[in-house]
């Protein structure tokens, strides 16, 4: 079965400095990989998607199928980051079902 | 952006009653939505997916008969908790797939949850 591992349930990082949160995956086929967020007090929201390959709110993430990774970063955090994060995948492209991992908080330090 | 609203946002019921819980996409059309159930600091878990006019898809372990869930629309879906007891109080979250095609096809648009509690 696919399964998707965030290492780190808590994550601080000073303001500025740069962010990375970890995501590994476990499923042999070809996964689309998702990052959410949820900022306080508010709905999950899709964060990006690896298939578009763009940067949201300065976050980049990439595909490593070597790796099973999709680690987001960030090179200089803002203090509107701090937030929980989750990584999450789909067996195929088209196939809506969403394995979530156990989702990393993320606190930015002023 | 797609919304999805859900409804209500915290219930309170006895135990043995039912509780009703109702995800609508506002702005668009959802052939499929998804019921995800939230434990304190745990991840989400799915429950079921909702298809509309069918029949919804179980997730291994989860009761059909205790969560009962409605799609006959194609923005609406509707979950029932059935003879709630204090063990299924929980963060109940729906999310709807937004039906225009391509890149957008694989998106999902979560609502903002229904916290229950039974006492």
């Known amino acids: 079965a696919q399964r998707v591992t965030q290492p780190e349930k808590l994550l601080s990082v000073f303001k500025g400095a740069p962010v990375e949160l970890k995501c590994n995956y476990s499923y042999s086929g070809s996964p689309e990989l998702f990052w959410y967020v949820q900022y306080s007090r508010q709905r999950l929201q899709l964060l990006l998607r690896h298939i578009s390959r763009e940067s949201i709110k300065g976050f980049t993430a990439d595909l490593n199928k070597g790796e099973t990774s999709f680690h987001l970063k960030k090179p200089f955090a803002q203090e509107e980051d701090s937030a929980m994060y989750y990584c999450a995948l789909s067996l195929n492209f088209g196939n809506e079902k969403l394995t979530f991992g156990t989702g990393t908080r993320l606190t930015i330090i002023p | 952006g797609a919304v999805v609203s859900q409804h209500p946002s915290w219930v309170i019921c006895k135990s043995g009653t039912s509780v009703k819980i109702e995800c609508r996409s506002l702005?668009?059309?959802?052939?499929?939505m998804f019921w995800y159930r939230q434990f304190p600091k745990q991840s989400l878990m799915l429950m079921a997916t909702?298809?509309?006019?069918?029949?919804?898809?179980?997730e291994q372990g989860v009761e059909k008969d205790k969560f009962l869930i409605n799609h006959a629309s194609l923005t609406l879906s509707t979950l029932t908790v059935t003879s709630a007891h204090p063990e299924d109080s929980s963060f109940y979250i729906c999310s709807a797939r937004d039906l225009v095609g391509g890149l957008a096809k694989n998106i999902q648009y979560f609502g903002a949850g229904t916290r229950l509690s039974v006492l």
């Open positions: 702005d668009f059309q959802a052939t499929t």
């Open positions: 909702s298809n509309e006019g069918s029949k919804a898809t179980y």
